[in-house]
């Protein structure tokens, strides 16, 4: 099982909504309408670093640390335990940013290829989660795009081979639950920083998700 230690240098230690199935399109967004959507859930002056509108921990801010030696730049590791997302970059270093993951067991560590990448996508749950949230059935046949839809501005699709398991990195309309957990299975992160993260993502990266109980180790 990796641990932070085999993978992040940095000194802090302390994921969105639900699983997403298979949408059911009933019409996409122009790109003036994304654009729109963009501005709306971006703040003015927007500083990565900086802008908090959200009331999060300053340590759930995107930041840039250190990497440890060996890491594949591009790839994603999640930190379940610290609730950080970690994409490597060239240079020994990787931006870090405040995730929050799955509630209770419906966390799923492992190995993950991102097959897919969508922007302002579409949202359908999953029989299983109407089953366990009945508040979710009147979205059986889909939530279209926007600002209110479950998977926000962005969504990296997370494949096992080429078996979708319906996990995402996505956007929350839900940035207050960042550090916590609160998913049915995906890792959620504040739209303006998934924004930010999208467009460095390239299909085929490996995405980790660390184990829950195992992923902090002392790091000396």
Known sequence: MLTRRHFISTSTAMFSL????????????????KASWDSQVTPNNYDPATSNPWGLHARFLPQRVAAKDGLVPGDIHVDAVARY?????????????????????LY?????????????????????????????????????????????SRALYLYVGNRDTYLRIHGTPQPKSIGGRASSGCVRMVMAHINDLYSNVAIGSTAYLHSAEKSVVSEG
Do not use: C
């Open 85 to 105: 997302l970690y994409h490597i970059e060239e240079g020994g270093t990787a931006m870090r940013y405040g995730v929050a993951i799955a509630r209770g067991n």
């Open 108 to 152: 799923e560590p492992g190995t993950y290829t991102i097959r897919r990448k969508v922007e302002w996508p579409h949202w359908t749950p999953t029989a299983s989660m109407i089953e366990r949230d009945p508040k979710y059935a009147k979205f059986a046949n889909g939530m279209e795009p926007g600002p209110a839809n479950a998977l926000g």
């Open 18 to 33: 639900p699983l997403a199935g298979p949408a059911l399109a009933k019409s996409w967004p122009t790109n003036s309408q």
